[in-house]
Nanobody
């Protein structure tokens, strides 16, 4: 069982930046591919970014490409999401997620592929 705890959410103006962090309670963090999803009110949960076990490969939703950066620190059991040039449409609850097993170099963009989820952190971008 892996517990994921997100932090770093908050209220920011359009064009601002936030950095989300996710701490994982596992001794084998490098065995997990990690991802970030988000869910806005009245909408389905959607993929934001994913990163492979080693951090060598990353992937992004088209809506955040060029603005968001996912990274991980396997020594600290953390995965981060740097969000720049934020827009009101980025407002959502952001979830950290972990996938056990799978490809060593892969990242994953479908929620059904992930095994563990955090409780989420709210990000609100004001116009």
């Amino acid at each position: 069982q892996v517990q994921l705890v997100e932090s770093g959410g908050g209220l920011v103006q359009t064009g601002g930046s936030l950095r989300l962090s996710c701490a994982a309670s596992t001794r084998t963090f490098s065995n997990y591919a990690m991802g970030w999803f988000r869910q806005a009110p009245g909408k389905e949960r959607e993929f934001v970014a994913g990163i492979s076990k080693t951090g060598s490969r990353t992937g992004y939703a088209d809506s955040v490409k060029g603005r968001f950066t996912i990274s991980r620190d396997n020594a600290k059991n953390t995965v981060n999401l740097q969000m720049n040039s934020l827009k009101p449409e980025d407002t959502a609850v952001y979830y950290c997620t972990a996938k056990v097993g799978g490809s060593y170099f892969g990242y994953y963009s479908r929620s059904a592929e992930y095994d563990y989820w955090g409780q989420g952190t709210q990000v609100t971008v004001s116009s």
